[in-house]
């Protein structure tokens, strides 16, 4: 994908970041699929963390919840998260043949 130049949107910061702390996947990997720099991403994720107190997002929910569910939620996450991309990548290189 090509470099995503700034500004960004709170919008783009958020979904990066939810990409990183909700998935399995490391800051660099994220980042490069997003087109960004990862020095960026860990900023990103820094201040997120210090913002809400170092909480992970969704982890209250996950009380009472068995391994199997919540691998299946991370599996429902990463699929999503890929949906997302490949739609995106889609639309580029529509835009792109027009």
Not at 54 to 69: C, F, L, T
Not at 85 to 97: G, R
């Amino acid at each position: 994908m090509a470099r995503h130049k700034g500004p960004y949107s709170r919008e783009f910061k958020d979904e990066a970041v939810r990409m990183v702390l909700d998935g399995d996947r490391p800051v660099a990997h994220v980042a490069r699929e997003l087109g960004i720099n990862d020095t960026t991403l860990h900023d990103w994720v820094r201040a997120w963390r210090r913002e809400h107190g170092g909480v992970e997002p969704g982890s209250s929910d996950n009380a009472g919840k068995s391994e199997r569910e919540l691998e299946l939620e991370r599996e429902i996450r990463k699929l999503r998260e890929e949906n997302s991309f490949l739609k995106k990548a889609a639309a580029f290189f529509a835009a792109e043949n027009r």
